[in-house]
């Protein structure tokens, strides 16, 4: 079956094949990105710089060239992409526009398995067409997930999202609508009368107001208009699934990342530290991509120096077991229902998420002792309460990302005692009429 695959992905690219000079897959010099913000803006040259990465002057670029029947002899062979190599992929891909030639792209990618520096590399290119808002990633978090874990669960890190905003975080959230599941992050922000087709400006307005906001993907990202299609008739897990952390317009220096699989969590981590990220943790829970109370899960904390492997277990800080039926979502309007009932003040495991993230990202920045610190809450099967729980548990790990809070201890108050107080629900009414102010 597998060479039947590879020999459809090679027929399919002999029939796209691009006109571009061909010459051997080769690697030019390495290269870096100054670190100044681009103004709001098409970038013309090079990606969109970020704070992150390392502050020498940009050097000349001159990506490989080949035909799209090169490259997919090439990983037909599995023969990994260099940086330079996955970046000239994409463009290639992107000027000849042909679904066959990306098709077979991203299932031969997948079946070879995707190296970090392919993700940076696609990532890097991405960024090259894309839009930069200015002025809000200076200090800002960000909460994303791959995507792609199957478990159709309520949307618990645009929760968070809310909840960490509400506790004093900026939170530059980016999103799409659903791909693997019933309801995205921009389908239950519609729902709650959240405008997610901002202009720039109104979005800086949001993040001024409310302390949070968001980034509609395909319209900072108009390349992935083209990609787009493919992936939903291909209907399975691609690169595309990792890029979202890399792909965010504010070029935030902070963010909570989760990834679906287990096996892909260092890879993540290293394509994060490659592309210059200052803090990210990446979190992976029992099959999902994100925090949650189903049972120990595992956080990689990336900084420019290093990788450090943490192992977590909600048991310990006294959040009990749940399970995925508890977590399970429906559509937008039934979301959107949740997480309005969650941000009021409901106790129980979906808050429990909140914390969680809020207390992860705190970490990230801090330097915390210990992970976790006494949080106990009641125990349920009520899905209202469990998405508390998983909300809680979330909200702390964009807490110890941004470093908004000087120890755990206090993380672990913060976000207690402003789920208790309800006023999570005021920092979604305020981010709605913001939003819906005529600009």
Not at 82 to 98: C, F, I, K, P, V
Not at 203 to 230: L, Q, W
Not at 269 to 284: D, E, I, P, S, T
Request: glycine letters at 8%; charged letters at 20%; aromatic letters at 4%.
């Amino acid at each position: 079956m597998a060479s039947s695959l590879l020999n459809c992905c090679k027929a399919s690219a002999a029939a796209a094949s691009s006109s571009l000079p061909i010459s051997r897959l080769r690697f030019p010099h390495k290269h870096s990105f100054s670190p100044e913000f681009l103004k709001i803006r098409r970038p013309s040259a090079s990606p969109p710089p970020s704070p992150l990465v390392s502050p020498s002057p940009p050097s000349p670029l001159q990506l490989p060239t080949f035909s799209s029947k090169e490259l997919l002899d090439h990983l037909v062979k599995k023969e990994d992409l260099s940086e330079e190599e996955a970046e000239a992929s994409l463009e290639l891909l992107l000027a000849n526009g042909s679904e066959a030639l990306i098709s077979a792209f991203l299932v031969l990618l997948r079946a070879k398995g995707e190296t970090f520096e392919e993700i940076v590399g696609l990532a890097r290119a991405m960024v090259k067409r894309g839009l930069v808002v200015e002025g809000l990633g200076n200090g800002a978090v960000d909460i994303v997930g791959t995507g792609g874990d199957g478990a159709n669960t309520v949307n618990i890190s645009t929760g968070a999202a809310i909840l960490a905003a509400a506790c004093g975080a900026k939170v530059a959230k980016q999103g799409n609508r659903s791909s693997s599941s019933s309801c995205g992050s921009a389908d239950v922000l519609e729902a709650l009368g959240v405008n997610i087709e901002l202009e720039p400006e109104g979005v800086k307005k949001c993040m001024d107001e409310a302390g949070i906001c968001f980034m509609m993907s395909p319209y900072y990202h108009p390349a992935m208009k083209i990609v787009a299609p493919v992936r939903r008739k291909l209907k399975i897990k691609t690169i595309f699934n990792f890029l979202g952390a890399m792909l965010n317009p504010a070029r935030v220096p902070f963010a909570l990342v989760g990834v679906y699989d287990q096996t892909v969590v260092s890879k993540m981590a290293k394509a994060l530290q490659r592309y210059g990220m200052k803090r990210a943790l990446v979190v992976h829970s029992e099959g999902l991509d994100e925090l949650s109370p189903l049972g120990p899960g595992v956080i990689l904390e990336i900084t420019p120096e290093k990788i450090e492997e943490i192992h977590y277990d909600p048991l310990k800080f006294g959040i009990r077991r749940c399970n995925l039926k508890d977590l399970q979502g429906g559509g937008p309007e039934y979301n959107a229902d949740i997480l309005r009932r969650v941000l009021s003040g409901e106790r129980g495991p979906v808050a429990d998420a909140f914390v969680s993230s809020l207390l992860t990202s705190l970490r990230t920045t801090m330097k915390c002792d210990c992970l976790y610190h006494g949080i106990i809450l009641p125990h349920t099967r009520d899905m209202e309460r469990v998405c508390v729980f998983m909300q809680i548990l979330n909200a702390g790990g964009a807490l110890m990302a941004s470093g908004h809070v000087a120890t755990l201890g206090e993380g672990v108050d913060v976000a207690r005692s402003m789920h208790a107080s309800g006023n999570a629900l005021s920092t979604l009414s305020t981010w709605i009429n913001v939003s819906n102010r005529p600009t």
